[in-house]
């Protein structure tokens, strides 16, 4: 069974800084393209940033110049810097491969951006 966890949201003011981690358990990450998800309140999940099993990532527009992305196969994890964060980047992070394989869903962790 593989397991996702993430770990590193919390409250940041506009334009702070975070790190999310995502270990995964199993052997889908050294083989997978992960991606970190966030789904905002009354909002459908999107995929905001993405990377191949050799490192090569991808970026919404909404996060393109600000978040990035990275994994370090020997820990099975995958890291979001997010950086000049904005009210709009609040929501529940995730991560999973791209694109669904139907593994289960981790718990995410919140991101609360606010004055």
């Known amino acids: 069974q593989v397991r996702l966890v993430e770990s590193g949201g919390g409250l940041a003011q506009p334009g702070e800084s975070l790190r999310l981690s995502c270990v995964a358990s199993?052997?889908?990450?050294?083989?997978?393209?992960m991606g970190w998800y966030r789904q905002a309140p009354g909002k459908q999940r999107e995929l905001v940033a993405s990377?191949?099993?050799?490192?090569?990532?991808n970026y919404a527009d909404s996060v393109k110049g600000r978040f990035i992305i990275s994994r370090d196969k020997s820990k099975n994890t995958v890291y979001l810097q997010m950086n000049s964060l904005k009210p709009e980047d609040t929501a529940v992070y995730y991560c999973?491969?791209?694109?669904?394989?139907?593994?289960?869903w981790g718990p995410g962790t919140q991101v609360i951006v606010s004055p």
């Open positions: 199993g052997s889908i990450f050294k083989v997978s393209v």
């Open positions: 990377i191949t099993s050799g490192g090569s990532p």
């Open positions: 999973n491969t791209f694109p669904l394989k139907g593994h289960r």
